[in-house]
């Protein structure tokens, strides 16, 4: 998702991700259906809605990076 935050093609998804084409096809599908991307003319773009669930999921990633801020 964050691959297409600007409009990228397939092949382009496919390179960055190191992903095949049947995994992107899957992938992109899911995503669309969840509205964290949409299409336009052959081109991928993430949704206001995918940006917002990026940023949640960096702040959890950091979260779990940072050990002393989890309270045992």
Do not use: C, H, W
Request: aromatic share 8%; charged share 30%.
């Amino acid at each position: 998702m964050e691959e297409a935050t600007m409009e990228v093609n397939k092949t382009s998804i496919v390179y960055r991700t190191n992903l095949n084409f049947t995994l992107a096809d899957k992938y992109l599908d899911m995503l669309q259906k969840q509205g964290f991307i949409e299409t336009r003319s052959e081109k991928f773009k993430t949704t206001e809605k995918g940006i917002k669930f990026l940023e949640k999921a960096k702040e959890v990633a950091q979260q779990l990076e940072e050990p002393n801020l989890i309270p045992l």
